[in-house]
């Protein structure tokens, strides 16, 4: 009766085991998973990040003065699309200067000239600044021309 029951039990185990392999369903090595339909969204390249206009001329002063960008104080009075006039100043300082900055074909900006003095006319001739910016300037000879 023993030898019946462990039998009993033995034949149950194995049935079971049985039942589980034949349920599964193997996945041969050169079947591939099924494919199942998804959609699709196409996210645009690496974002590019792009500063402004006055945290790039921030950026020159601090690079041509050796300062760090949080410094530099800008105040824009006269912009167009590759021509800017304003004042700059650095830290705490109470009296800052102009500047003339141009957007090279790069986008990059450039100082051209900043201070408190004149406006040399060969330094800005090549950046074609509009009058509205620049009304006058002091030629090599120290001869004042007005546009």
Request: proline share 5%; with cysteine; net charge negative.
């Amino acid at each position: 009766m023993k030898n019946t029951i462990i039998g009993l039990i033995l034949g149950l185990i194995i049935a079971m085991w049985a039942f589980y392999l034949y349920t599964q369903k193997p996945v041969l090595k050169d079947e591939a998973p099924p494919i199942t339909p998804t959609s699709t969204v196409v996210s645009p390249g690496p974002s590019i990040n792009k500063i402004s206009d006055e945290e790039s001329i921030k950026q020159a002063f601090a690079q041509k003065y050796n300062r760090e960008v949080d410094e530099v104080h800008l105040n824009i009075s006269k912009k167009d699309s590759t021509h800017v006039w304003g004042s700059v100043k650095f830290g705490d300082e109470i009296a800052g200067g102009w500047f003339l900055a141009f957007k090279e074909s790069s986008n990059k900006w450039i100082i051209v000239q900043d201070g408190n003095g004149t406006i040399s006319c060969e330094t800005i001739a090549p950046y074609n600044f509009p009058v509205s910016m620049v009304s006058e300037c002091v030629d090599q000879n120290g001869k004042l021309q007005k546009f």
